[in-house]
């Protein structure tokens, strides 16, 4: 279990198995249009919205890299700045926003993810620790929404790896 963020007072995480090796699971999760790819194309989920990634010369692969998602969803305008804090290759990556993020279920949050290498496979627990907007409808829609938006991101995290690698295994290794 990952010990909670002391500045950000919410804390959510998933863990389970994924049938790839640390360093493939790695390379995976390392690569932010991957864990983007959801918000780019518009859905029920993101209420006919998507989001734009753009990324720095880092490609969000290097501690200090910077990525900025903007787009909408339900209708209403989202824009956020992100850097990478940690990336400990092939066990540990973290990035938080920065600024002030225009999100309206969640306000300012650390995300990231930790992999352990297993026998047939790797464990992976991804994390959320985040604060929730203070003012206006944002408020109201974060005591709503929040906990459950932190719940669908982290088991998205997870689930699109254990997806990946259930239809590809040992498809990163092959491409190197």
């Given at each position: ?13 998933v ?10 699971v ?11 790819a ?12 998507r989001?734009v ?37 092939p066990?540990r990556?973290?990035?938080?926003t ?26 992976v ?5 985040y604060?929730?907007?203070m ?11 929040g906990?459950?938006?932190a719940?669908w991101c982290?088991?998205?995290m997870?689930?699109?790896?254990r ?5 590809h ?8």
């Open positions: 279990m990952m010990a909670a963020d002391t500045t950000l007072p919410r804390h959510c995480e863990a389970g198995s994924v049938a790839g090796s640390a360093e493939e790695f390379d995976f999760l390392d690569d932010p249009a991957r864990l983007t959801h918000m780019s194309r518009s859905s029920w989920t993101m209420g006919g919205g989001m990634l753009e990324l720095d010369a880092g490609a969000g692969r290097r501690v200090g890299s910077v990525m900025t998602l903007s787009g909408h969803a339900f209708g209403l305008a989202l824009d956020l700045q992100e850097i990478v804090i940690e990336r400990d290759a066990r990556k973290v990035w938080h920065t600024g002030a993020p225009r999100l309206w279920v969640i306000a300012q949050y650390r995300l990231g993810f930790e992999i352990d290498p297993q026998t047939d496979g790797s464990r627990c991804v994390f959320i620790d604060a929730l907007p003012t206006g409808m944002g408020r109201w829609l974060g005591l709503l929404f906990s459950g938006y719940k982290t088991r998205r997870l689930d699109d790896a997806e990946h690698f259930a239809r295994p040992g498809d990163l290794q092959a491409a190197r």
